[in-house]
Nanobody, 112 residues
């Protein structure tokens, strides 16, 4: 019910834009955002945005990543600039409604 797109392979310093669209069966979405999980590591929060536009970023992406949201389309975006090899991970979007929904994950690989 959450469909992600936009991952891929990019060189260090490059950019990618992730998108995550919630299906029409999900109503009253409050927060949406992104987590990531690198090989051998725990899943960690990247960024979150509420329906009112309140945003929080993990310290390791501040100044490089930008989260945005189109409430009419129930879609959240993650613009990732100045990518580093340590940003390599599977990125998962989530949406908080009456329960928490997860996307299937999209792979981001940043080569040095």
């Amino acid at each position: 019910q959450l469909v992600e797109s936009g991952g891929g392979l990019v060189q260090a310093g490059g950019s990618l834009r992730l998108s995550c669209a919630a299906s029409g069966s999900i109503f009253s979405i409050n927060a949406m955002g992104w987590y990531r999980q690198a090989p051998g590591k725990q899943r960690e929060l990247v960024a979150t945005i509420t329906s009112g536009g309140r945003i929080n970023y993990a310290d390791f992406v501040k100044g490089r990543f930008t989260i945005s949201r189109d409430n009419a389309k129930n879609t959240v975006y993650l613009q990732m600039n100045s990518l580093k090899p340590e940003d390599t991970a599977v990125y998962y979007c989530y949406a908080v409604a009456y329960t928490i929904y997860w996307g299937q994950g999209t792979q981001v690989i940043v080569s040095s």
